[in-house]
């Protein structure tokens, strides 16, 4: 039962710095992106979407768009707003592997 299963605590540690510290802005891109601004950061059909559950049982959305031309960036949405920022393209492929490829323990043996 994965929902019980172990983690593989090498692949898991690696990762909760980076998921407690969240994404650090590098940069605001726009505080008040168009649509057309929110295609052109790959926005309209965003790469990830995130979605968080808070304690208080609201959600934060956080829409992750394309790479930056230097591919050490990755756009994202602020949750219910428009403004688009820039964080490290770091951040993104930690979540996608966490999701893509979950860090199950071995089992024995």
Not at 51 to 73: A, E
Not at 80 to 95: G, H, K, N, Q
Request: hydrophobic letters at 40%; aromatic letters at 6%; glycine letters at 6%.
């Amino acid at each position: 039962d994965a929902k019980h299963s172990p983690v593989d605590a090498n692949r898991w540690s690696s990762g909760i710095p980076l998921i407690l510290s969240g994404p650090a802005a590098s940069r605001i891109v726009t505080r008040n992106a168009t649509q057309d601004d929110l295609a052109a950061f790959g926005l309209t059909q965003p790469q990830m979407v995130i979605v968080l559950t808070l304690q208080n049982q609201g959600t934060m959305k956080i829409n992750v768009g394309d790479l930056t031309p230097n591919g050490l960036m990755c756009y994202v949405q602020a949750p219910d707003s428009t403004a688009v920022a820039t964080v490290d393209i770091s951040w993104y492929y930690t979540l996608s592997q966490i999701v893509e490829k979950p860090p199950y323990a071995t089992p024995p043996g």
